[in-house]
């Protein structure tokens, strides 16, 4: 009984003195039961006003960088260099803009609609010096086809509405940045195999990001990032984002996703 009580006062504390988590709660409880994929013009959330396609995904993107604050990083560098890859509706970014004001940020979304309500998101809240690539971040400059989602999801995987879109190859982007502060990959899957065409690109990177997603009808390669993560130096820390009870007897799933990991990647 007083663990309990000690953990419902602790979060009753954080709740009172953390206004990032109030804001949470308030947008939880406005946006919580919206009908999915509907376009809302007008969220407020502290001090940004923003469009959003789905308010249900982006309370929790809210919540992820906001409250739970997995971005946050340290630098003394007056002008810090992030690469945002998968930008979604902007929320990383003004969050890397409140971290560091003179930040050079160079964002990437593949959904081109998406990618129009980020820059509109930026521009009503002051981001600047910002760059916006509407492409896929990928392994070559050919094209690749991809799966809209209409919200934080879009995907290389998947057979619901795809089309072709434009690619960029990640790794020529590297190796013209003398330095990356902060690189971000929240990619949907295609993870892997850009990191891997990445592997000898990463020395001038200073932190790193990953949302690695392992699909049932794919071998995972949680190790493989892993070790390339090793082999550039990096320590790393891995947070899942899946829990299975009694995983030993929930070994299938009937989401197409069986692991999800967020790996963070730093150097000492």
Not at 93 to 115: H, M, P, Q, S, T
Not at 131 to 136: C, L, Y
């Amino acid at each position: 009984m007083k663990r309990l009580l000690k953990e419902l006062s602790s979060t009753l504390y954080q709740y009172i003195l953390n206004s990032d988590k109030r804001e949470y709660y308030r947008l939880y409880d406005k946006y919580r039961k919206n009908e999915r994929y509907k376009l809302v013009e007008d969220v407020r959330f502290l001090d940004y006003i923003f469009t959003v396609p789905d308010p249900v995904s982006f309370i929790f993107q809210y919540k992820e960088i906001f409250v739970d604050k997995i971005y946050i990083f340290n630098t003394d560098r007056k002008q810090p260099v992030i690469y945002d890859c998968g930008s979604n509706v902007g929320t990383s970014i003004v969050y890397f803009r409140k971290l560091y004001k003179n930040a050079r940020i160079v964002g990437f979304e593949a959904d081109k609609n998406i990618a129009n309500i980020c820059r509109s998101n930026l521009k009503n809240n002051n981001a600047e010096n910002v760059e916006i690539i509407d492409k896929a971040v990928w392994i070559n400059n050919d094209n690749i086809e991809f799966n809209e989602h209409g919200a934080d999801g879009g995907s290389i995987h998947g057979s619901g509405n795809k089309k072709i879109v434009e690619s960029i190859r990640l790794k020529e982007y590297l190796d013209n940045e003398p330095y990356i502060d902060f690189l971000k990959i929240d990619i949907e899957g295609a993870e892997y195999e850009v990191l891997l065409d990445c592997k000898d690109s990463l020395n001038n990177i200073e932190n790193i990001f990953i949302e690695y997603h392992s699909w049932v009808n794919d071998s995972q390669k949680l190790s493989s990032i892993l070790n390339i993560l090793e082999t550039n130096g990096f320590r790393y820390y891995l947070e899942s984002l899946t829990k299975k009870d009694s995983p030993f007897l929930s070994k299938t799933t009937k989401s197409t996703m069986d692991l999800q990991v967020n790996i963070f990647g730093y150097r000492i």
